[in-house]
T-cell receptor, first 112, second 117 residues
Framework: GESVGLHLPTLSVQEGDNSIINCAYSNSASDYFIWYKQESGKGPQFIIDIRSNMDKRQGQRVTVLLNKTVKHLSLQIAATQPGDSAVYFCAEKRVGNEKLTFGTGTRLTIIP | GAVVSQHPSWVICKSGTSVKIECRSLDFQATTMFWYRQFPKQSLMLMATSNEGSKATYEQGVEKDKFLINHASLTLSTLTVTSAHPEDSSFYIC????FGGGQETQYFGPGTRLLVL
């Protein structure tokens, strides 16, 4: 079936290094993608989004890359900090559908 | 960003009782809110879409008579877990859709942890 999936369930990164979290999606009709950060016991927090007419979008310390050819999405976090430790979810929305479909999540652990 | 609140943040109840969870959009109006459930170490699973002034739309496999949703105003949606059982214990999260600057974004509440004994 259609799904949004993540390549790695866990990722450990040295503090100060850059982190890259990947996500694959299968529905070519998806036109809107969002990355959320969820800390333990809290709700998801919006990080950055991107529409299908773009291939890159930058925020503060974060960059989202979209490759529609291979249906791949990535989140890059620059100079990771201890506060970046969390589970990161990608989510996608399809044209004409108001619902979000979430991926399985990647747990990012920052090593001091 | 926009703020969504939930109340209570956690609740413990006896099996067979009903529990109401509130979701509020604090600084924007939301005609559409969503209710999710999340089990430990799992992703968010959409339960239902709540539309202001109309009936909620439930996802396949979600019992509408067990999970009652009311979206009576543009800033409030409630989820009532009726006759709760231990298997209903979970983390319930709502989100509200906000349109701003020509863009649509879903903002999530902090979640409500339900433990049914």
């Amino acid at each position: 079936g259609e799904s949004v999936g993540l390549h790695l369930p866990t990722l450990s990164v040295q503090e100060g290094d850059n982190s890259i979290i990947n996500c694959a999606y299968s529905n070519s009709a998806s036109d809107y993608f969002i990355w959320y950060k969820q800390e333990s016991g809290k709700g998801p927090q919006f990080i950055i989004d991107i529409r299908s007419n773009m291939d890159k979008r930058q925020g503060q310390r974060v960059t989202v890359l979209l490759n529609k050819t291979v249906k791949h999405l990535s989140l890059q976090i620059a100079a990771t900090q201890p506060g970046d430790s969390a589970v990161y979810f990608c989510a996608e929305k399809r044209v004409g559908n108001e619902k979000l479909t979430f991926g399985t999540g990647t747990r990012l652990t920052i090593i001091p | 960003g926009a703020v969504v609140s939930q109340h209570p943040s956690w609740v413990i109840c006896k099996s067979g009782t009903s529990v109401k969870i509130e979701c509020r959009s604090l600084d924007f109006q939301a005609t559409t809110m969503f209710w999710y459930r999340q089990f430990p170490k799992q992703s968010l699973m959409l339960m239902a879409t709540s539309n202001e002034g109309s009936k909620a739309t439930y996802e396949q496999g979600v019992e509408k008579d067990k999970f009652l949703i009311n979206h009576a105003s543009l800033t409030l949606s409630t989820l009532t877990v009726t006759s709760a059982h231990p298997e209903d214990s979970s983390f319930y999260i709502c989100s509200a859709r906000n349109f701003g600057g020509g863009q649509e974004t879903q903002y999530f509440g902090p979640g409500t942890r339900l433990l049914v004994l």
